[in-house]
């Protein structure tokens, strides 16, 4: 067979063609926002370049790049090294999970709930292949984290931006108004982790033969994901794009091949989906019939919307009816748990987890940690 490199990068392994060892996560979801796609194309026809622009191909774009680049990690082998560092220093698997769980929020608050996932899950599949551990908890327990973390800052996620912007609160005076929301899921968020991570020694696996670590690839992906993070944030999508996969078909194409592009036509049909349902004037009635303006019946319709629409679709549907924006910023943060739709983080960790039964986890965990979560939330803004 073979090799995918090109001389700047050192002479891959024997096995450096084969695909790193995962379990598919399956790919039902795809298939149902397929054909509710087909179905509204019967029941709503469009000329085709209106179709294109339900796509936020921003959001696609990036999630493109930002896959491959995570590939190449990946390849590079230092994950591997990684977990075998971190496993050698955990004790038990609540230490590994508070570890794990306290990571992504705090990065998510910093660089983003997508990209946290996109830096931890990999990681800790990897670690699931060099210990027995319950990885769709872990993976569940790390979207709950991103979710819960991402909604302190302004720019922790989608709607925390676009809301940021309508209440023209400072930055200090966003992560404010949002901090008593942050608190209680962050407290649920440790008694979850508490609950579902035992102090049990981690037991490790018969040792497999040593990844070899490949530094220039390494390299070559940190590069081009701070590079591409920049080209994000000038909006030069396309000519990051360009950059990450012109560079990856020069020196390691089966990084590529091996991108989750399933994961792309996913987040583009829900766009499609997504957005058309709330168009429907049905949609649009019931909702403007709702006493929804403040207060809690606000909080509450953001959490319910949520859950159907996810909540960045929810945030903007729900910012015509209603007036009380923290509510509204603390219904759609709270409106991420639950269903799995009810955040594209969720999707994404589960994508990447590559777990067969991971919705079924999923929603075990997280519909009874919405419960609470909305209910303690609500308690705390009426005292």
Known sequence: MTKDTAPALPPASPDDNAPLPHESGGNGLLWVLLVVAVAFAFLRPRAPMDWLQLVDWQTVGALAGLLAITQGVERSGMLQSAAQRLLARTTNLRQLALLLTATAAVLSALVTNDVSLFLLVPLTRVLATQAH???????????LAVNAGSALTPIGNPQNLYLWHRTGESFGGFMAMMAPTVLVMLLWLVVAVWLLGPRTPIALKPAAE???VRPQLLALSGVLFVGFVVALDRHWLLAGLAVVFGAFLLFQR???????????????????DLRQLAELPAVAATVGQWPIAEGWRAYFAAIVTSQFISNVPATILLDRYVHDLPALAAGVSVGGFGCVLGSLA???ALRLAKVPHGLREFH???IPFLIVCAASAVLLRLG
């Open 254 to 272: 089966r990084v590529l091949r091996d991108v989750d592009w399933a994961l792309l036509a996913i987040i583009a049909l829900m766009f499609v």
């Open 133 to 143: 551990l319950p990885l769709a908890r872990l993976v569940v327990l790390e979207a």
């Open 346 to 348: 969720n999707l994404i």
């Open 210 to 212: 040593p990844t070899a």
């Open 364 to 366: 075990r965990i997280s």
